[in-house]
């Protein structure tokens, strides 16, 4: 918490906007995004790219938080996205976002979902497997029409993450496969394919990652892949994408580097590899979706019951949990949380921060060390931009939190907070 960030009053402020208000006039538990912090953070991307004269786009992984308003200012922005789903695809077209700059992922697309995003001229279908290049085929013979695609490679290469986050290790259920040849036939295949236009390749090894190995390493592996092609089929790729997994800081402890040092040290890689090739420099493309959206977002909750342990810390409960936020119980996700009403007061004591589904595991942090709290008082939880309500439920038939952007101390609800009667919409009676 910077001081900018705290106004006359002592109250922590996200976008400019006075957080105690934010929770006061649209209840908690409630998720803020401070958008101008998303609009810096995709600037940075460009702007590395940018400084290096290297074509690009910077694809906002948008399963990190997708809603109409985040891809207006995605759009807005000028970065591209990539979506996984037909959902995901749909919100997209509702917000009028460009769909030559949106790429589909997924490793299972459904026949439905591709002739979805074929109709609306999707820009590229990222190929997973063989079931889908079938799949494609048909719909695309059917409509008579082409479409760009990249395949989707399994690089062979462990990030160091938490294992449900990794994606890049050879033992993954993503992409294709490169020591069986898998990768080799599947290129085959889309080249000989006139309805597909085959643009470039694709890896993705993880999210959540601080280190620099990696990254250096999937680049290497891309590049060489590259030569390969063009070596045996005289294929040029021109775009290289390394996908995203570019880790922020969610505790003290968290030393990630900034991402666009894990940009350009990206950049530099796929230059040095392409210099030992003789390919031409393709365009780089990144795929960042935590780095967009985490730091940008902040949980609001206000404290309600506390229960003492003897000999141990307090349980302190608020009014959300694992509903709007499911990484702390699923990965063991650690964040920070004040006191939106003084965020640098003394802290006193260390709690559990509890919340309020009826579950031994929802406890949203372990061990947070608190100033004094009382019923009533709103705490702000940070950096829950990135899967966080993206992964919300309706588990104990909570009702989901209201999104709020709020920019140059204006806030306006992006998505309303779901009420009974919308958990009770699709329910239909038993005729027994
Ligand atoms: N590209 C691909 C192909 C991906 O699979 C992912 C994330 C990304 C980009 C974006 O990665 P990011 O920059 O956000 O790290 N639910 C987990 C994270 C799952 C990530 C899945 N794929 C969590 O809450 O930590």
Redesign the pocket.
Known sequence: ITDQQINSAGHLMIGGCDAVELAHQYGTPLVVYDVQQIRRQIRAFKHVFEENNVEYAVSY?S??FAAIAMYQVVAAEGGHT?VVSGGELYTAIKAGFPMANVSF?GNNKSREELEMAIDHHVGTIMIDNFHEIELLTDVLEERDVKVNVMLRITPGISAHT?KY?Q?GQVDSKFGFDLQSGQADEALAKVLANPRMQMKGLHA?IG??IFELAGFKGVAKKLVEVAAHWQEKFNYQASVINV????GIRYVKDDTPLAPEEFVEAIIKAIKDEINKTNLMMPAIWI?????IAGPAGYNLYTVGSRKAVPGLRPYVTVDGGMGDNI?PAL?E?QYETVLASDPRANLVEHVRLAGKYCESGDILSQDQALPATKPGDVLAMLDTG??GYS?ASNYNRNPRPAVVFAEDGKAQVVIKRETYDDLIHLDEPYRQ
């Open positions: 992984a399963k990190a990539d992922h938490n986050i994606t993705h999210s959540q996908g995203g997994g570019f795929e960042p979706g935590r780095s990484r990965y996700a990135a899967y992964m």
